[in-house]
C-alpha cells in the first residue's frame, strides 16, 4: 500500500533563507507528484505538479524535484518569506489499484520577519 | 473566475440525521474527489470520479456515498452521520489527473462539520 512521508513536521527559518522540504513514497508506481500549500482555514492551492517522466519542476522561487527509483520528492523554496508560512503538502497519484490520491501529513513552515 | 464552491461551509449536526454537502466547479473538469482531514491522519481520500455516473472509492469510504449525475457537481451524502465524522472536508476537482500536463488540483474552501 503507497504510503507518503513528510519530513519535518514543522520547520522555522529566518526570513531570506533558502530551504529544502521533503516527500517520500513507498512505490514508485505514481501517475504523478504534487505539492499543495495549505493556510489555516483555507483549502489547497497547487503549486507544481511533476509527471511521471518528469525530473522536476519551477515556479518563481519555487523548484519541485522527483526521483522515483527512490521514492523521493523535494520542494525547494529560494529566498523564504513570511508569506511563505504555511502547511505544504504533497501527493501521488499510483498507477495501481484505481485512481487514487494520496497525501502526506504535511510539512508545516513558518518563516521568522 | 475558476473555482471550486462547497456548501455549506460550516454544519453542526446531530447523528443519524442525513445531510448532504455540495460541490459545484465551473472548469468543465472530469475528475472530481472528496477528502477528509484530521489532525495527525492527514487528507484521506473518501470518493473520486472519473467522470459523469463514475464513481469509486477512495481510502476511507465506509459511512458515506455520492453521486456524479452531472458533470459539474460531486455531492457528498452522510446517510447516518456519527461523531467520528466530524472533520474536515474538501472537494477538488481536475481535468484528468492522467493526461499529461493537464493536472492541476482545484480545491473548495472546505467545510467543518460536527456531529453531536
Known amino acids: 500500500k503507497q504510503e507518503v512521508t513528510q519530513i519535518p513536521a514543522a520547520l522555522s527559518v529566518p526570513e531570506g533563507e533558502n530551504l529544502v522540504l521533503n516527500c517520500s513514497f513507498t512505490d514508485s508506481a505514481i501517475y504523478n507528484l504534487q505539492w499543495f500549500r495549505q493556510d489555516p482555514g483555507k483549502g489547497l492551492t497547487s503549486l507544481l505538479l511533476i509527471q511521471s517522466s518528469q525530473r522536476e519542476q519551477t515556479s518563481g522561487r519555487l523548484n519541485a524535484s522527483l526521483d522515483k527509483s527512490s521514492g523521493r520528492s523535494t520542494l525547494y523554496i529560494a529566498a523564504s518569506q513570511p508569506g511563505d508560512s504555511a502547511t505544504y503538502l504533497c501527493a501521488v497519484t499510483p498507477n495501481t489499484g484505481g485512481f487514487k490520491t494520496i497525501f502526506g501529513a504535511g510539512t508545516r513552515l513558518f518563516v521568522k520577519a | 473566475e475558476a473555482q471550486v464552491t462547497q456548501n455549506p461551509r460550516y454544519l453542526i449536526t446531530v447523528t443519524g440525521k442525513k445531510l448532504t454537502v455540495t460541490c459545484s466547479q465551473n472548469?468543465?473538469?472530469?475528475?472530481m474527489s472528496w477528502y477528509r482531514q484530521d489532525p495527525g491522519l492527514g487528507l484521506r481520500q473518501i470518493y473520486y470520479?472519473?467522470?459523469?455516473?463514475?464513481?469509486d472509492k477512495g481510502d476511507v469510504p465506509e459511512g458515506y456515498k455520492v453521486s456524479r449525475k452531472e458533470k459539474r457537481n460531486f455531492p457528498l451524502i452522510l446517510e447516518s452521520p456519527s461523531p467520528n465524522q466530524t472533520s474536515l472536508y474538501f472537494c477538488?476537482?481536475?481535468?484528468?489527473?492522467?493526461?499529461?500536463?493537464?493536472?492541476?488540483?482545484?480545491f473548495g474552501q472546505g467545510t467543518r462539520l460536527t456531529v453531536v
Open positions: 472548469m468543465n473538469h472530469e475528475y
Open positions: 477538488a476537482s481536475s481535468l484528468d489527473p492522467f493526461e499529461q500536463g493537464e493536472t492541476e488540483a482545484f
Open positions: 470520479s472519473m467522470n459523469v455516473e463514475v464513481t
